[in-house]
Structures are given as structure tokens and as C-alpha cells.
């Protein structure tokens, strides 16, 4: 039975503020937000949405680190009926062009820079008209639907780009409207790249996201006492779920715009943070730095961390559990499926919650293992695809049909092409990626997409991208390279990425070869993909 059967992500965290109003929301900068105060300001900001245009089954486009505006975006987005498309705040301009034609979004809200990335200067040059035209509308001549930009501050240089303050300020005094009220239409669209070489936008529904993210916080024993710290991006489906577990619990959550170690150790001791997850690599590097104390994260109690045993020796799992003095669990998640659909549980014995999994978050998620090329289902302890169906699997991939007939069956189970397996007490396991993709930074990466913006470069003939471990960010992206041009070197072609894709998209080595090592096969010659990361893997060191 699921608690909020019947909500949006609007009226559910509407009914956590009418019970609640007073409480703290949300924590920013030193600001304090009460849920009546959140509620408000999503409804204002609704109504300046409807006032360009904004409706249900349309796509709100949110390109902004962690801070309290994503929330009241999705909140408003909700109350429409509309859907936030979840943009990643590393992304490039070729990345940008391809999300903002692809999501057909209306509107974009943004931040003028984040860490050293101009934002609406790279929006400039997938949508030129925000440099020339008055800051009401503009018409755009891109293949999408974006005709409204929104940033946290306008700028000179971008007329056509409306300041958020004077742009909510606008809706501030419209009649109420009923909010919409149909938990099975989209709330978000996560961009991921799956198993193919084109992007594919998740259409997860209200009803998914509200109900798995409260369950989620359910299994973590959340109580009114809790206070959590949101450090992973929002943009992600892990993120996502962590700041709405943390609403619809109704309990204080800190925003922290992106993370650094000596600053979230900052938060968690000043507001006393009790849950919070977090990436291997977050914790090791808070460990790691100077003003680290044990007593200073005392206050942390429950939270999942990610990856570690996947990247690191398992030394350094019972390292960290000791550091910060709470059982550490380690999540399965895919944006299809919403973030930790199956988790270790914190009672179980350190040797059983090393491994990836554990236990399903609800009993009304289904899971399964199957033979990738049978689809029958497979007994305990025997590896095979990991499958799911119920309330927290996505609607569809955005304008994919064939997209989402390949990876849902007729009987509505989602393949996932993750290699997992089930133990006797119905606990599940993820192994690796059945294919060759990639976790970088806690980001899935697939080698294809970075090989086709390789590819693109004049000096290149082919390139073939692997994944080697790391110290820092469990695996990283290292890329073999035919050359076309003799004079070729690795600073440039990095130069030529940097500018195209996300940062941790970058391959952190770059080896030139004459040729790439194949083996025949029924259908022809195959690059041995497995001999390449073989090569790779003695060059970097996980200790």
C-alpha cells in the first residue's frame, strides 16, 4: 500500500505543510524556509508559469546547482501538471543543444555561472535570440519549444533573459487556481544515456517519485527529529530522491549548492545533519581533509553511500563506517527506476552491506533476475539481468516508442542491462553493467558517447573509450585513439572536449595506437574492448 496513492509531488508536500506549516523547509545560505513559506512561493512561481504559457504535459527546463529554486521549480512544475527536465550542471553546449531540442521544454531556468561554467553564455550559442530580443518572449529558430529563459540574476548581454525574483513577483497576486491533480502524468524527465548512443529522456511519473522518495525515507526510520543534508546534485535521480524523502518526512533539509568537503563538514556539525547520503568519493575526501574530526559528523546517523566496493578495497568501507560512526549501505538506482530501489540493510553484518544491495525499499516494487536472452527467470545465486516493474518504474522515454518497447517487455517488466543476482532471502545484488558502460562521479557514462564527440574531431579516424578504477571517482573514462592526423597531440584533442561535454566525460588519459586489437567472430572482425581495459587497469590504483 503506498502512503500517497492518490498525490502529485505538489499536493503531497501541500499536505506535509498544512500539518506543518511553521516547521523549517529548507536551509540555504544561512536563510531559513518554513513549509508554509515553501508552498507560497511555488504557488506564486506557478502562476507566473501559467501567465507565459506554461500548462499541463509541458517541460520546464532546470539548469541549476543544488539550491532552494530547483525545489520550488518541481513544486510549481507539479501544481501544473507540468514536468521539470533535469539538466546537468556540467553540461556543454553540444550536450545542452541535444537536451534542450530533444525535451521540447518551454521554459529554462538557470543561473548565470557555476563553478567556472558560463551558462547563458553557452545558452547563447544553441539559442542566439536571448542576446537580441526585449525580456517578455522571444521566438526561437531551434528545432525545440523553448521560447522563455529565466535566470537568478539578467544580465546585459542576454535581453531577452527574465531575472527569477521580478518573474515570480509577477504571479505573486493571480487568482488561485486549482492545482492539477493526476499523480500518473510526468513530474521529471532524467536524461540518461542507457545502453544506446543517443540520450533518452525518463519520463517518471508524480505518483513514482512522491512515493519512492517517502519510502526511501521510511526504510531510513526517518523521524520529526532528523535533519538532512542535500549535497548530491539534484539534477540526478539519486539527489532528487534525497531531497524529496527529506519533504515528504517533513523534516529540515540543508541545501548545499555542490559539494566540498571542508563545507560539508561545515553543515553537518553547525545544523546538527543526521541523514545524508553521499558518494564514496564525498566521504573519503571529508575524511581526508584536515579540519576532519569524528566529533565534528557525530550527529550523522543513517544515510547510503555509493560505490564504494566498486572502485576501492574493501579496507576502505570498514575505514569510513569507523570515521563516521553509523552502518554505511549501498544503494542500487537507475533513473528508469528511481534511486535505491534495493539497499543494504544497516542491521546486517559489515560483510553482508559491503556488497551492492540488499533488501527491496517496499513490497510494492517487484524485482527479479532473468537470462538476458530468454527472459525466464533465474534461481537464487545464479547472475542474470536485473529487472523491475511497479509504481517506481518510468512512464516511457520521452518520443522513444521503440526506445521503450526494447527495454519494457509485455508484461511490463523493465530490462535494465544490469548484470545482478539474488540471494536465498530475497535480497538482490548489482554486479556490473551488462554492457560496457561506465560510473563516473556517480554519473553513467556510456563509452559511445564520449567515442562519437572523439570522432567528430578532424584529427581523429577512430576511438574506442574503456574504464579504468580510481582513487577519486571510482572509475574514470581513458580513451585509445586512432589518428587520422600524425600531429594530433592529447592537449589538444582534450582542449576539443572540454568545450563539447561534461568534465568527468573528459578521459583522464589519452593513448595514440596504430591499430585496435580484434578477434573474428560470427558477424565479423570486433574490437576487444576487454583487452584494452585489460591494458589499462595496472595504471591506476584504488589505495
Known amino acids: 500500500m503506498l502512503e500517497w496513492d492518490d498525490a502529485t509531488v505538489?499536493?503531497?508536500?501541500?499536505?506535509?505543510a498544512d500539518r506543518r506549516p511553521?516547521?523549517?523547509?529548507?536551509?540555504?545560505?544561512?536563510?531559513?524556509?518554513?513549509?508554509?513559506e515553501l508552498i507560497a512561493e511555488s504557488q506564486a512561481l506557478a502562476h507566473a508559469l501559467a501567465d507565459v504559457g506554461v500548462s499541463a504535459g509541458d517541460r520546464i527546463a532546470v539548469w541549476l546547482s543544488n539550491r532552494p529554486e530547483w525545489i520550488t521549480t518541481q513544486l510549481a512544475a507539479s501544481y501544473l501538471g507540468a514536468a521539470v527536465v533535469a539538466v546537468n550542471t556540467r553540461y556543454r553546449t553540444h550536450e545542452l543543444a541535444y537536451m534542450v531540442d530533444d525535451s521540447d521544454c518551454k521554459l529554462l531556468l538557470t543561473e548565470e555561472t557555476f563553478l567556472g561554467n558560463d551558462h547563458l553564455n553557452m545558452l547563447s550559442e544553441v539559442v542566439p535570440e536571448i542576446r537580441e530580443n526585449d525580456p517578455v518572449s522571444f521566438s526561437s529558430e531551434h528545432d525545440g519549444a523553448l521560447n522563455h529563459v529565466v535566470a537568478l540574476e539578467s544580465h546585459p548581454n542576454y535581453p531577452a533573459v527574465r531575472r527569477y525574483e521580478e518573474f515570480v513577483d509577477g504571479g505573486r497576486n493571480d487568482d488561485e487556481r486549482p492545482p492539477a491533480d493526476d499523480p500518473t502524468v510526468p513530474a521529471a524527465v532524467f536524461y540518461t544515456s542507457g545502453t544506446t548512443s543517443d540520450p533518452k529522456g525518463c519520463l517518471q511519473s508524480n505518483r513514482s517519485l512522491l512515493n519512492h522518495s517517502y519510502n526511501v525515507g521510511t526504510f531510513f526510520d526517518i523521524s520529526a527529529d532528523d535533519v538532512a543534508l542535500g549535497v548530491l546534485p539534484f539534477c540526478g535521480i539519486w539527489g532528487y530522491n534525497m531531497f524529496l524523502s527529506a519533504l515528504a518526512h517533513g523534516i529540515p533539509l540543508v541545501v548545499q549548492t555542490h559539494f566540498d568537503a571542508e563545507r560539508t563538514i561545515e553543515?553537518?556539525?553547525?545544523?546538527?545533519?543526521?541523514?545524508?547520503?553521499?558518494?564514496?568519493?564525498?566521504?573519503?575526501?571529508?575524511?581526508?581533509?584536515?579540519?576532519?574530526?569524528?566529533?565534528?559528523?557525530?550527529?550523522?546517523?543513517?544515510?547510503?553511500?555509493?560505490?564504494?566496493?566498486?572502485?576501492?578495497?574493501?579496507?576502505?568501507?570498514?575505514?569510513?563506517?569507523?570515521?563516521?560512526g553509523f552502518p554505511l549501505v549501498q544503494p542500487y538506482g537507475l533513473s528508469e527506476g528511481n534511486s535505491q530501489i534495493f539497499i543494504g540493510d544497516p542491521t546486517d553484518s559489515i560483510t553482508q552491506r559491503k556488497k551492492v544491495g540488499g533488501p527491496p525499499i517496499h513490497s510494492d516494487l517487484e524485482l527479479r533476475i532473468?537470462?538476458?536472452?530468454?527472459?525466464?527467470?533465474?534461481?537464487?545465486?545464479?547472475?542474470?539481468?536485473?529487472?523491475?516493474?511497479?509504481?517506481?518504474?518510468?512512464?516511457?522515454?520521452?518520443?522513444?516508442?521503440?526506445?521503450?518497447?526494447?527495454?519494457?517487455?509485455?508484461?511490463?517488466?523493465?530490462?535494465?542491462?544490469?548484470?545482478?543476482?539474488?540471494?536465498?532471502?530475497?535480497?538482490?545484488?548489482?554486479?556490473?553493467?551488462?554492457?560496457?558502460?561506465l560510473r563516473v562521479r556517480g554519473f553513467l557514462v556510456t563509452p559511445h558517447d564520449i567515442e562519437t564527440v572523439i570522432d567528430e574531431h578532424p584529427g581523429v579516424e577512430r576511438s574506442q573509450v574503456v574504464g579504468a578504477p580510481h582513487p577519486r571517482h571510482g572509475q574514470v573514462p581513458v580513451a585509445f585513439v586512432k589518428r587520422s592526423e600524425t600531429d594530433l597531440e592529447v592537449g589538444d584533442l582534450r582542449t576539443f572536449l572540454e568545450d563539447r561535454v561534461a568534465d568527468y566525460k573528459v578521459p583522464e588519459d589519452v593513448e595514440f595506437v596504430d591499430e585496435f586489437p580484434r578477434s573474428e567472430g560470427p558477424h565479423g572482425e570486433k574490437i576487444q574492448k576487454i583487452e584494452l581495459r585489460d591494458r589499462v587497469a595496472a595504471r591506476y590504483k584504488t589505495d
Not at 10 to 16: D, K, N, S
Not at 279 to 301: I, K, N, Q, W, Y
Request: hydrophobic share 35%; proline share 3%.
Open 10 to 16: 505538489y499536493q503531497g508536500i501541500a499536505a506535509v
Open 370 to 437: 532473468v537470462n538476458p536472452k530468454t527472459g525466464e527467470t533465474l534461481p537464487p545465486g545464479t547472475e542474470g539481468e536485473i529487472c523491475l516493474r511497479g509504481y517506481n518504474v518510468m512512464n516511457e522515454y520521452h518520443e522513444k516508442p521503440e526506445k521503450t518497447a526494447e527495454n519494457v517487455d509485455d508484461d511490463g517488466w523493465f530490462h535494465t542491462g544490469d548484470l545482478g543476482v539474488r540471494d536465498e532471502q530475497g535480497y538482490f545484488y548489482y554486479k556490473s553493467r551488462l554492457d560496457d558502460a
Open 267 to 324: 553543515l553537518v556539525e553547525s545544523h546538527e545533519v543526521t541523514y545524508m547520503s553521499a558518494l564514496a568519493t564525498m566521504l573519503l575526501r571529508m575524511v581526508r581533509h584536515d579540519s576532519f574530526d569524528p566529533e565534528r559528523v557525530g550527529s550523522m546517523e543513517r544515510g547510503a553511500t555509493g560505490f564504494i566496493t566498486m572502485g576501492y578495497d574493501e579496507a576502505v568501507f570498514e575505514d569510513l563506517e569507523e570515521a563516521f
Open 22 to 36: 511553521d516547521r523549517t523547509a529548507l536551509v540555504f545560505d544561512g536563510d531559513r524556509t518554513s513549509y508554509a
